[in-house]
């Protein structure tokens, strides 16, 4: 099965809350553990990283779903390659600083 790996990067929408976003990652990581995706993400101020993997196309309609999300805007895709194997092992999204985001998404 083809894996992909996809990063971007956005601002968080001026009406949009953190706290609210990081209360909704609990139901984010079971929604994605059921489509078979891990990732993680990282709030800096308002800026925001994510990074998705798991099946392509699955990957991709997440992707696509977030981006049209109006609670953040300018978002930005900085990776999408092919992977053989995902980094995130069990992680259906968990949240950490972004300098690990970044290290993360470059071990893939
Ligand atoms: C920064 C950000 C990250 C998000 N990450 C995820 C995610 O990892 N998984 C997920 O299911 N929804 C995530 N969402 C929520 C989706 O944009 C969307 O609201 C949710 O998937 C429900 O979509 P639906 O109403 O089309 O079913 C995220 C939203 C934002 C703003």
Request: with cysteine.
């Amino acid at each position: 099965m083809a894996l992909l790996h996809l990063s971007y990067v956005s601002t968080l929408a001026e009406d949009a809350s953190l706290a609210d976003l990081v209360r909704d990652l609990e139901s984010f990581r079971s929604r994605n553990l059921s489509l078979g995706i891990t990732g993680c993400i990282a709030f800096e101020g308002r800026r925001i990283m994510q990074v998705l993997e798991g099946p392509t196309e699955r990957v991709q309609a997440l992707y696509e779903t977030i981006a049209r999300d109006p609670r953040h805007h300018d978002v930005i895709q900085i990776e999408r390659k092919t992977i053989s194997r995902v980094s995130f092992g069990h992680w259906g999204m968990i949240r950490r600083p972004i300098a690990d985001v970044l290290f993360l998404s470059q071990l893939s």
